[in-house]
């Protein structure tokens, strides 16, 4: 008997990756193109077809299809579209009737942050868990938010905007319009900013005083806080507080059993999970001081976001079974 | 045959309120005992069992007892326990054990907030949704997360406590011992505390600089508010703005339908409902704008709580069926 494979599809601003995964979350073989982002949808599956299909043949001898699962910006799960994603000049396109002229499998859309929640779910940090919130920490800051083991999609399927609550009305400008926001503090290009506050604001020498804001990334802070720079090592002290403030308030709504941190800067690891934790903590209420996880990723590093993809419609199947 | 109806109770600090329901929410009759705080548990399930069996006695000719949902302070629903309430000396007890002791039919207890929710969903202004949070402002600020047609407990049953969601992590001390807490603001204490700061920082001239502290209540705000009263409109705008600022936030995370308002401070109507409304929408990443609902309560006033408990297993009931 053939093993049971899905599709993993992670449409990104630069490069489309795509792998067949088992349902023990194996990535059986991967590959990725680039998205062109200038061009339409249509284009970017017109090209995906032919290399899906090339890399299908290596294994279909002994691997049959079961489902495609895609996640990508601005993914709408009800409507199985995408909707005016900020990187991408696709306008608003139902990717999942796409997809489907060229493959009669079941299939399902929703953006990364959902994708890697439901991956975490069924192969990573957070197998067995019911209630949990995953955390993306990338440019921006994405969530999902899994409530008695079904991703809460809310009543327009856009539920899981933690990275949009606001932590200071009167703070940084933020891509969307506002003040303020969580992702302005906590995600990579937070980070940067905060270091950049932080070298205007002290006379604290630091290596980072060399580095350009354009030049500064979220690696480059890890690698000068593990050296011991004290502006770096205060760089995520301070994420991690604004990002335990409002993960406090997110607890407060939906009582998670753990909150797992996801992406760039969660490689940071105790760098970032320590202060978060202690943040968290001392905002909590009182019922809920003591029982919530924060927890590192639980899924492999290179392919994890074809992995949540793949996840997603693992969990339909699953359903159906 | 026999109208099926279930026993809704509600267990305040000061009264206990029960009444027979049916599966359209008409509270056939109802009646209400003292709850007498001082003492435990099991006295005040004494004291009721024969009050409940009189009152069943008057319409068991025509109807038959299928299942028995309470209302309660500091309730988990996962444990059927009361635990630790504020003004109850109970300290735990397992409360669904207890009434079973004198009804064999199915029983729940939750917190009141979400037996709101569920009872806003069977009868009230929720009827059909699938996505909506209630918000009770009593005493403090309760509230009930529904995702996909089922309240959300979280992980250990004490979701929805968005009135311990931080407004100013530098402002008002909580019953919880935090600062800031929102229910500090939006409540009947919450408006309280405001009027009194307004009468503080200004000279404006108002009716309720004649009322102490303790006997002002939010009914006199309102009354007030309606003649005219400045410092009392003003009031009810600052609490509609705090509420508004932090319902964003909660709807950042679960994308709700509609945000219903249930409780005392609730039936100021447009007072509350209009400065709340403009300020969430202010406060709202763009793509939830224009999208959610802010309603009155659709429960009949009087008892409204006795229909949130029956409607708690009314919803049980209806899933097996």
Known sequence: MKKEVTLGIDIGGTNTAFGFVDINGKCIVDYSIPTLANN?????????NPEIDKLYRTISDSCILKGIGIGAPNANYYRGTVENPPNLR?????????IRQYYDVPAAITNDANASA?????????????????????????????????????????????????????????????????????SATGIRRTVMELLANSNQDSALRNVSFNDLDSKMIYSAALAGDKIAIEAFQFTGKVLGLKLADAVAVTSPEAIIL?????????????????????????????????????????NSAVLGASALIWNEIIKIK
Chains 1, 2 share one sequence.
């Open 40 to 48: 339409n949808a249509a284009d970017l599956f017109a090209r995906l």
């Open 90 to 98: 696709w306008g608003t396109v139902n990717v999942v009737e796409l």
């Open 118 to 186: 439901i991956g975490e779910m069924l192969f990573g940090a957070a197998k067995g868990m019911k209630h949990f919130i995953v955390i993306t920490l990338g440019t921006g800051l994405g969530s999902g938010v899994v409530a008695d083991g079904k991703l809460v999609y809310g009543s327009d399927g856009f539920a899981g905007e933690i990275g949009h609550t606001v932590y200071d009305p009167n703070g940084r400008l933020c891509g969307c319009g506002r003040k303020g926001c969580l992702e302005t503090y906590a």
């Open 262 to 302: 996801f992406g760039g800067l969660a490689l940071a690891g105790n760098l970032i999970i320590e202060p978060t934790k202690r943040s968290m903590e001392e905002n909590l209420f009182h019922v809920f001081r003591n029982k919530v996880k924060i927890l590192q990723s639980g899924l492999p590093e290179g």
